[in-house]
C-alpha cells in the first residue's frame, strides 16, 4: 500500500510537471487500487491526497476535482453498457465542467487567466510575442475548447490503456450531434457572438472528428494488417480532411455506413 501510494503522489506530481503525460496516473489507480483491499484503496487517497494538500492547495483541488472525478466515473461507467466513447466524452464535459468552475472560483474570469498565462509566456517562454498575443486572444475566446480538448487527451489516453484492446469495437451516441445542429444554428445562422454557444460548437466538432479517426482506422484495418501504419494514416488523413472526417463519424454514428472488421 505504501508503494502504490508513493507513486500516485509521484505520478501526479510529474503529471503536473508533464500535463499531457497526465492520463498515466488515473491509468495506473484504476490497475492497481482494485488489488488492494478496501481499507488500503480507502488509506492510500487519502495519505496521497493529504500529501498533495499538504504540497499546495490548490494542486489538491485539481487532484479531486480532475483525477479523482475522472477516476470515480471510469467504475460508475462500467455498471453501464454506455459506449466507450460517449464515456469518454461524458467523463471530458464534466471534468471540463468542474475545471471551468475551479478556475472561475480561484482565478476569475477567462480574462483573469489570459492575463496570468500572458505574463507567464512573455517572461518565461522564448516566443515571438506577436505570436504570444495571437495564442492568448485564441485561449481568450476558446478557453472552454482548449480545456475540453486537454481533457479529452487524458480521457481518452486513459481508456486507450486500459481498454485498447477493444479499441475497434468502441461506438458513439448519435445524440452528440443534436449538440452540434443546435449551436450550429445559433452560431453560423443566427449569427449570435456566445463564448459557451462558439465553444459548444468547437467541442461538438471535435468529437466527431476523434471519432471520425476511429472509423477511419478500422476502414484501413480491413486492408492494412500494420495496425500503427493504420492508425498514422488515419491521423494524417484526418489532418488534412477535417470535415470529411468529421462526416464520416456523423455518418457511422447514425448506422449510415458500416465496416467490415475483418481483421483482429
Given at each position: 500500500m505504501i508503494r502504490v501510494t508513493l507513486n500516485i503522489i509521484l505520478l501526479f506530481l510529474a503529471s503536473s510537471l508533464?500535463?499531457?503525460?497526465?492520463f498515466v496516473l488515473p491509468a495506473y489507480k484504476i490497475k492497481r487500487l482494485p488489488?488492494?483491499?478496501s481499507k488500503n484503496r480507502l488509506l492510500a487517497n487519502l495519505i496521497s491526497g493529504g500529501v498533495i494538500y499538504f504540497?499546495?492547495?490548490?494542486?489538491?483541488?485539481?487532484?479531486?476535482g480532475f483525477f479523482l472525478l475522472l477516476e470515480g466515473l471510469y467504475y460508475v461507467f462500467e455498471k453501464t453498457s454506455?459506449?466507450?466513447?460517449?464515456?469518454?466524452?461524458?467523463?471530458?464535459?464534466?471534468?471540463?465542467?468542474v475545471g471551468y468552475l475551479f478556475m472561475r472560483a480561484f482565478i476569475g474570469t477567462p480574462n483573469d487567466l489570459v492575463t496570468i498565462l500572458d505574463a507567464m509566456y512573455r517572461e518565461y517562454l522564448i516566443l515571438d510575442q506577436s505570436m504570444?498575443?495571437?495564442?492568448?486572444?485564441?485561449?481568450?475566446?476558446?478557453l472552454l475548447f482548449v480545456m475540453f480538448t486537454y481533457s479529452l487527451i487524458i480521457n481518452y489516453f486513459t481508456y486507450f490503456i486500459l481498454k485498447g484492446k477493444t479499441y475497434r469495437k468502441?461506438?458513439?451516441?448519435?445524440l452528440w450531434v443534436l449538440i452540434y445542429i443546435v449551436t450550429f444554428f445559433i452560431d453560423r445562422t443566427l449569427k449570435?457572438?456566445?463564448?459557451?454557444?462558439?465553444?459548444l460548437y468547437s467541442i461538438t466538432t471535435l468529437?466527431?472528428?476523434?471519432?471520425?479517426?476511429?472509423?477511419?482506422?478500422?476502414?484501413?484495418?480491413a486492408r492494412i494488417k500494420w495496425r500503427v501504419y493504420g492508425k498514422g494514416l488515419a491521423i494524417v488523413t484526418a489532418c488534412f480532411f477535417p470535415i470529411g472526417i468529421f462526416i464520416l463519424g456523423v455518418m457511422n454514428s447514425f448506422g449510415i455506413i458500416k465496416i467490415n472488421k475483418r481483421r483482429k
Open positions: 508533464i500535463p499531457l503525460g497526465s488489488k488492494l483491499n504540497i499546495d492547495d490548490k494542486l489538491f483541488f485539481v487532484y479531486i454506455i459506449e466507450i466513447f460517449d464515456r469518454i466524452f461524458i467523463s471530458t464535459t464534466l471534468t471540463t465542467a504570444i498575443t495571437i495564442m492568448m486572444g485564441y485561449i481568450k475566446q476558446h468502441w461506438n458513439i451516441s448519435y449570435i457572438d456566445n463564448f459557451y454557444v462558439k465553444n468529437i466527431y472528428v476523434v471519432y471520425g479517426i476511429k472509423v477511419l482506422y478500422n476502414m484501413f484495418r
